[in-house]
């Protein structure tokens, strides 16, 4: 795992051959032989060593992304950011991303909805192992203006992201990014990769500890609740919602009971959770969904069609109860005059 330490050990006893200290050369060779790099964790840069320990403890985002500046500048690159590429149906982050990006570049970045354009986040999304920007394929004129803009405020242009997949199963990205040019930034990475994996594995434990809450699974949910959790997910307004009236309370009553038994913040989050976790997949029949005949006659009653029967049949053809074989093709002859 620490490949540099074992590069480093190996020209170091090269260079001790090379000046004549053979007992030397050959001691480090024998103590080298009995070290198990796969266990061995050695910092290259102290201070990443420090940073590492330090996110062990910490408790604040303030201070998370206070400890991704300082590793930023410990491995000699601009800004450092974190986002969450996917989660667990049952986890739902609080906070999806970190970085030491300038507060204007961020506004920028999402009043024009780069995120819908910028190639790295769908990278991230397919990516099982760490992958320098320039490696992307830029050819849509939106995404190379994109970089250009980028470029402009001085944000990259070089760039490399690394995804790392939780305990739980969560991918996380850790980006960083620099404004020299893509030859120094890749010996950078090069010199500096080691410790951004063993760090970025800190950073990534320290930010699903912080940002996450897990949820159960299985949700008891009155008609109310469900009523609205679908009616968000279809797009109806809140307006429309608080106006209509509910068995068990207001809409506002619903709302905080919702959030509660959630565990989110909007209503709006609660039917993200619901919707992955299946509740609105294949939600239980409400009263609101049953429509109840009337005794009064209809002012204009339907009149059957003459082939109202045979369109019965081609349904009956067309539809199957569950357990029951699929129709035969053949065609009868009331099913040739339904159509002719």
């Not at 982050?93 to 506004?107: D, G, I, S």
């Not at 490696?135 to 994109?146: G, I, K, M, S, W």
Request: net charge negative.
């Amino acid at each position: 795992m620490i490949g540099w330490v074992e590069a480093s050990l190996y020209e170091a006893i090269n260079c001790l051959a090379r000046v004549g200290k053979n007992e030397l050369a050959t001691d480090l060779t024998r103590l080298l032989e009995t070290l198990d790099f796969e266990e061995l964790e050695v910092f290259r840069d102290p201070a990443s060593e420090v940073i590492a320990d330090q996110l062990l403890e910490v408790s604040t985002f303030p201070d998370l992304v206070d400890l991704l500046r300082q590793f930023s500048e410990a491995i000699g690159v601009a800004h450092c950011t974190l986002h969450v590429v996917s989660e667990l149906p049952s986890i739902a982050f609080t906070t999806r991303a970190l970085t030491t990006y300038p507060e204007e570049w961020v506004t920028r970045y999402f009043n024009r909805r780069y995120i819908n354009i910028d190639p790295v986040q769908a990278a991230a999304a397919t990516a099982e192992s760490g992958f320098f920007w320039d490696t992307l394929q830029v050819t849509d004129p939106n995404v190379r203006a994109f970089y250009h803009d980028a470029k402009s405020r001085g944000i990259g242009p070089s760039g490399y992201t690394l995804p790392i997949m939780t305990e739980r199963g969560d991918k996380i990205a850790i980006s960083v990014s620099s404004p020299e040019d893509r030859e120094r930034f890749r010996d950078r990475i090069g010199h500096v990769e080691q410790d951004l994996v063993t760090v970025g594995y800190c950073i990534t434990e320290a930010f699903s500890r912080l940002a996450s809450e897990d949820r159960p699974t299985d949700f008891t949910l009155t008609d109310d609740q469900m009523v609205i959790l679908r009616a968000v997910a279809m797009g109806l307004d809140e307006a429309e919602m608080r106006s209509q009236s509910y068995i068990y309370g207001s809409y506002a009553t619903l709302e905080r009971s919702i959030c509660s038994l959630f565990r989110t913040r909007t209503v709006a989050q609660a039917a993200i959770v619901a919707a992955r976790v299946g509740l609105l997949t294949n939600a239980p029949l409400t009263k609101a969904d049953i429509l109840i005949g009337s005794s009064r006659v209809p002012a204009n009653r339907v009149v059957t069609t003459p082939n109202a029967t045979s369109m019965r049949r081609l349904i009956r053809m067309r539809n199957v109860m569950p357990g029951e074989s699929e129709p035969q093709d053949e065609a009868s002859p009331d099913w040739h005059r339904a159509f002719t």
